[in-house]
């Protein structure tokens, strides 16, 4: 059986190359598609395999952060039209 953590972290590593491959190959230039993309991934990823970590998961929490603000610069541009 492989570890739980390992299978983790090869999948995202498979799902973050394949994402990025694909935007851009369909001509993605937008950083929030890129960073809503990797921080569904990395959701995903943590809910169904749950890997061990040691102390705090301060990636998730980066990328939700960043994803929050790339949504907020998007829907203050939408409303400022």
């Keep these: 059986m492989v570890d739980r953590s390992r299978l983790a972290n090869t999948l ?17 230039e937008r950083l929030d598609a890129y960073i809503a ?26 990328l939700l952060a960043a994803f929050t603000i790339a949504v907020g610069f998007r829907v203050a541009e939408v409303l400022g039209r």
Excluded at 38 to 55: F, S, W
């Design 37 to 62: 993309m990797y921080t569904l991934e990395y959701t995903v990823v943590k809910a169904v395999l749950r890997p061990a970590r040691r102390g705090r998961d301060w990636l998730h929490a980066a």
């Design 12 to 28: 995202l590593a498979i799902m973050v190359a394949l994402t990025v491959s694909t935007l851009w190959a369909l001509g993605e």
